[in-house]
């Protein structure tokens, strides 16, 4: 089979590599709008050649779009207007709803596998791309009865390959979840990050009082607002209602503390440290939604 992967970014780097390393695709095609980013994947050996999309769509069997959210919505209906019969298209976005509607009355819908591997770092670009990001992480598949059978096993075979476990939901219901564990931690170490910056003009004692406590919360401010902006934006609805129930909890620990009720307090820190136990069971189960 042949691979396309458009957008050699981290995912779409790592994507390609790990698929070429395991033997699941015979060749891999890169498409990337930047210059730069296509040098990179050329000396970094991401891909085994750089095309246009206009050719990746003639010739490849998958194509996978690793592009921001908003991009995915523009790209795939004409990605679907140009592969053959037999091509399965799917792409890795953080959103799912507005990709899936942006396709849903096309007439190769069905060849379209909706898709999210629950996997990254802070970083970005062709370098970030390594072997192993995404072994033993979940892959989510959404809306698997709006696409043909065969592309679906395809989709799940290639993240088989990756060694992802397999989860299975509709669109709405991953954007939920997502907004809650995922999208919500970003906004958070967003948050932080502008927090002690507003507060700390100076630079150095920053640096020089930072502990791996700050550094592992604050890390995912990092991480490229090209990227994220266009999920926050695309979820606004489900991030909205997520943020408002944090800022509920901030406002709780706040007020505890102002009235110096340290009881209260230390009572909100032993009801999270229940979030130890439930990570621990569904890493223990391979999820509660994980495919057998």
Known sequence: ????????????????????????????MGVDDNAAHQEQARILNLVDRITDLKTAC????IIVLAVPVNHISILLPPVLDSISDHATVTDVGSTKLKIAESVKKHTKRKRFVASHPMAGTEHS??????????????AVICDADESDPDCVKII???????????????????????????????????????????????????????????????????????MWAPIFEQNQTYITEALGAYIDRLKLFHESLTAQNFNQTKKYMEQSNEIKRVLSEL??????????
């Open 125 to 138: 670009g062709p370098s970030a791309a390594h072997v192993g990001l995404f072994k033993g992480r979940a």
């Open 283 to 292: 890493g223990n189960a391979g999820g509660k939604n994980a495919k057998k």
């Open 1 to 28: 089979m042949k691979l396309a992967v458009v957008g050699l970014g981290l995912i779409g780097g790592s994507i390609a590599l790990d698929l070429k390393a395991a033997g699941f695709v015979k060749e891999v």
């Open 156 to 226: 799940e075979a290639l993240y088989g390959a990756l060694q992802m476990r397999l989860i299975s939901m509709k669109s709405a219901e991953h954007d939920l979840h997502a907004a809650y564990v995922s999208h919500l931690s970003h906004i958070s170490s967003f948050v932080l990050a502008n927090t002690v910056l507003d507060k700390e003009k100076d630079a150095d004692a920053i640096f020089n009082l930072a502990s791996g406590g700050f550094e592992s919360t604050v890390r995912l401010a990092k991480s490229s607002p090209s």
């Open 58 to 61: 003639a010739e490849a069997d």
